[in-house]
């Protein structure tokens, strides 16, 4: 299956600090992207959709200045957390669309003091 | 997309098949049924997808029944590696890939040994 990675795997830092994630599709192009967080012991729950080219759209209740998306190219989008706090930390995770299936990232476990 | 119903939990002895059932009774015509898993700490995985027939491939069968109101993840030989959390979809898809996936709970699947 298609190959999806994320950088860093983990980040630890200082509350109001930003954090970049990055999401790559290593084997084909994505013209879209997605992009979840996942609390301990809940599901996955989707935060926006990253469109190459153009704005991100975000889910009802993710605050898109705090959570800024680019999708700069077709193998590339990112997610900047900004002005970070504790309640952020938590598992991120992007996927892509190959083909009929979507392929996921291994994701970034981010934690802020 | 469709609403499915899982098993919160199911325990498997090793070297057995385990069998993950769901429900997605509200299923439409165009809806496939799409199976991931979660491994611990780990991005999700897709497994296997199917609109009416069964399908089989090298990690797993899914067998979709005549009214498409049910279907069934089978791992045929169960292994301590196996053990995750399985998540069953059902959504539109087109070929070209736009593949948003929303989560439910899942079935969190205990291989014993």
């Known amino acids: 299956g298609a190959v999806v990675s994320q950088h860093p795997s983990w980040v630890i830092c200082k509350s109001g600090t930003s954090v970049k994630i990055e999401c790559r599709s290593l084997d084909f192009q994505a013209t879209t992207m997605f992009w979840y967080r996942q609390f301990p012991k809940q599901s996955l729950m989707l935060m926006a959709t990253s469109n190459e080219g153009s704005k991100a759209t975000y889910e009802q209740g993710v605050e898109k200045d705090k959570f800024l998306i680019n999708h700069a190219s077709l193998t590339l989008s990112t997610l900047t957390v900004t002005s970070a706090h504790p309640e952020d930390s938590s598992f991120y995770i992007c996927?892509?669309?190959?083909?009929?299936?979507?392929?996921f990232g291994p994701g970034t476990r981010l934690t802020v003091l | 997309d469709a609403k499915t119903t899982q098993p919160t939990s199911m325990d498997c002895a090793e070297g057995r098949a385990a069998n993950l059932p769901c429900n997605h009774s509200?299923?439409?015509?165009?809806?496939?049924v799409y199976w991931y898993r979660q491994i611990h700490s780990q991005g999700p995985q897709y497994i296997i997808h199917?609109?009416?027939n069964n399908e089989t491939n090298e990690m797993a069968s899914l067998i979709i029944t005549e009214d498409r109101k049910s279907s069934t993840l089978i791992l045929p030989h169960a292994t301590l590696r196996d053990t995750a959390v399985y998540y069953c979809i059902v959504r539109v898809t087109n070929s070209g890939g736009y593949q948003k996936v929303t989560f439910g709970t899942g079935t969190k699947l205990q291989v014993i040994p």
């Open positions: 996927s892509a669309p190959g083909g009929r299936a979507a392929f």
């Open positions: 509200t299923i439409s015509g165009n809806e496939y």
């Open positions: 199917g609109l009416k």
